[in-house]
T-cell receptor, first 113, second 113 residues
Framework: GAGVSQTPSNKVTEKGKYVELRCDPI?????LYWYRQSLGQGPEFLIYFQGTGAADDSGLPNDRFFAVRPEGSVSTLKIQRTERGDSAMYLC???????????FGPGTRLLVL | AQTVTQSQPEMSVQEAETVTLSCTYDTSESDYYLFWYKQPPSRQMILVIR??????QNATENRFSVNFQKAAKSFSLKISDSQLGDAAMYFCAGGGSNYKLTFGKGTLLTVNP
């Protein structure tokens, strides 16, 4: 079946703008995760959804970051008032349930000028 | 909380030879699992292998195998008969009851023809 997809592949924006990053998980996967990967680093956890609810958002760096998953499938990561430090690769992963293997999408590379 | 350490920023191997990538971890949990993921230049994070902590037998997947030393908290990846397509960044990661994956900083593997 189809893997995790993310759009856009790349996003260039100006400081202060609002951006939305989309993740479409593998069909049937109830768990969805967002990670952020800075250059030369491993991914770092941002938020975890089980179904429609955010079960853990402890990795979100500040209140400019928000994520939703209204129907328990597609998720959107929203970043308000972007800053240059937000530039990174944003990875989405999904799994059958919380203890199962996480499968990653290709990521969205965000560049804030 | 988990920590994952990869002490080799870069490794190289000749095509058809064997290479071992090192990873150490620390966790207070008794039920956890460990992964190796591969991230080629195309950037999609691909699962290489998974090991459950309760399993004594080392996981294998074709040319990839792990050496899981639970007491030493060591989890190394052995790649046999290396191929040009194995060239990538390799990340060691751990997960437990808090479902988040904690990643190491990665090891960049170069395969020389």
């Amino acid at each position: 079946g189809a893997g995790v997809s993310q759009t856009p592949s790349n996003k260039v924006t100006e400081k202060g703008k609002y951006v939305e990053l989309r993740c479409d998980p593998i069909s049937g996967h109830t768990a969805l995760y967002w990670y952020r990967q800075s250059l030369g680093q491993g991914p770092e956890f941002l938020i975890y959804f089980q179904g429609t609810g955010a079960a853990d958002d402890s990795g979100l760096p500040n209140d400019r970051f928000f994520a939703v998953r209204p129907e328990g499938s597609v998720s959107t990561l929203k970043i308000q008032r972007t800053e240059r430090g937000d530039s990174a690769m944003y990875l989405c992963a999904s799994s059958l349930s919380w203890k199962e293997t996480q499968y990653f999408g290709p990521g969205t590379r965000l560049l804030v000028l | 909380a988990q920590t994952v350490t990869q002490s080799q920023p870069e490794m190289s191997v000749q095509e058809a030879e064997t290479v071992t990538l090192s990873c150490t971890y620390d966790t207070s949990e008794s039920d956890y699992y460990l992964f190796w993921y591969k991230q080629p230049p195309s950037r999609q994070m691909i699962l290489v292998i998974r090991q459950e902590a309760y399993k004594q037998q080392n996981a294998t997947e074709n040319r990839f195998s792990v050496n899981f030393q639970k007491a030493a908290k060591s989890f190394s990846l052995k790649i046999s008969d290396s191929q040009l397509g194995d060239a990538a960044m390799y990340f060691c990661a751990g997960g437990g009851s808090n479902y988040k994956l904690t990643f190491g900083k990665g090891t960049l593997l170069t395969v020389n023809p």
